[in-house]
């Protein structure tokens, strides 16, 4: 059996036997309750949480979304029984030989781990497309792999772990998830010098866009958002233009600043249908549509737009593929306005203002949950 290192001055016997995590019952019935400290297998890490951004798709499958629950034209997906929460940072307190080498971490680092825990046996694993696996097994949403809103959780063997600075705020580091998602969403969307970007929303994934697209050097960064001080933010996070859309036409404004022919890319990170259609309608023929958001119901949109009218390049962007890295170092660069994202950090046993706080999406930004 693999040796087990513990974090510098701890032990084995200085670990807790019970903690606090939040347990999903069914929708709109998550409660706090006393549980078992889970214990590391071989090849597996023991990490104690130290953050937990609360995201949009926590807030979906709270609510009962068909998207986590499912409903007559789909199963279910999310499982009850389960701890929630798969943005997240933690320091590493117990891991094995096994384990380390293959992480290339050891016992006291800080880690993030992305939020899929890919198979590595189906088709899409096989061909590197791990975000993507078959099973589909993610933090958060099932048994099998428990999530953070906890004070300990569990990486298994087939986790995709990153080393982070601890030189950083626990709520800055557990934004490396929704940062990654951003970027990739980036990525698709195959950036040009000379493009006209448009960034739908300047929550926490759009700022993540927006500061990604900032970094590829277009032409012009365009966010829109209802909010003031989030199309400030935005500003901060890299975007050239901004424009209220409770105010103003954006569609209008965008053909105007186009020569009337409209944004080549469009970033959709709001999960509101109406984003859906604004974006169809403001981006040129032959433009490309990035669809990230997760959304609460189906939506309904004029297809012949994307075909016969403007002949649209529509793409889907899925978690963070490839990204990590990338968001990290973004991160650790303080080149990001982190204390003014994440707005909201909670102890545990205050999960459920901080659901409710993401629902208002007035007076937050990110909101994390700090457990230990």
């Known amino acids: 059996m693999a040796e087990i290192a ?38 597996e890490a023991l990490v104690k949480v130290e953050a937990v951004g609360i995201c949009a798709s926590d807030l979906k499958a709270y609510h009962g979304a068909a998207k986590f629950w499912g409903d007559e034209n789909r199963p279910a997906w999310t499982e009850t029984e389960v701890t929630p929460g798969h943005e997240f940072v933690g320091i590493i307190v117990e891991i094995d030989d096994e384990a380390s080498g293959r992480w290339n971490v050891q016992a006291g680092d800080r880690v993030v781990a992305e939020q899929i825990v890919p198979c590595g046996e189906c088709r899409y694993c096989l061909r590197g497309e791990y975000w993507m696996c078959g099973p589909h097994i993610m933090f958060g949403f099932k048994r099998k792999t428990p999530g953070a809103m906890a004070e300990y959780m569990v990486f298994p063997k087939e986790a995709r772990v990153h080393k982070i600075s601890k030189d950083i705020p626990p709520a800055h580091a557990a934004f490396a998830e929704p940062l990654s998602c951003a970027l990739h969403a980036v990525e698709r969307g195959n950036i040009k010098f000379e493009d006209v970007v448009v960034v739908a929303g300047a929550g926490p994934i759009g700022l993540g866009m927006i500061a990604g697209a900032a970094a590829k050097n277009p032409a012009a960064v365009i966010a829109l958002d209802m909010a003031p001080a989030k199309l400030e933010l935005a500003r901060k996070c890299g975007a050239t233009h901004t424009i209220n859309i409770a105010e103003q036409d954006a569609v209008q404004i965008i053909k105007d600043m186009t020569d009337g022919y409209g944004a080549d890319v469009y970033l959709e990170g709001t999960g509101h249908p109406s984003a859906v259609k604004q974006g169809l309608n403001l981006l ?47 991160i650790e660069s303080g080149k990001l306005p982190l204390d003014e994202i994440c707005t909201h950090q909670l102890p545990i046993s205050r999960f459920q203002e901080g659901l409710d706080l993401v629902a208002d999406g007035k007076s937050s930004i990110k909101v994390s949950l700090l457990p230990g």
């Open 284 to 330: 040129r023929k032959l433009g490309t549509y990035v669809e990230y958001s997760v959304f609460g119901s189906d939506v309904t949109v004029d297809w012949s737009i994307i075909s016969d009218d403007k002949e649209l390049n529509v793409l889907g962007a899925h978690l963070g593929p490839n990204c990590w890295p990338a968001a990290i170092r973004m």
């Open 6 to 43: 513990t974090a510098p001055g701890a032990s084995a016997s200085d670990l807790p036997t019970e903690m606090q995590a939040v347990i999903v019952h069914g929708p709109e019935n998550y409660q706090l309750e006393t549980v078992a400290v889970p214990r590391a297998g071989a090849g």
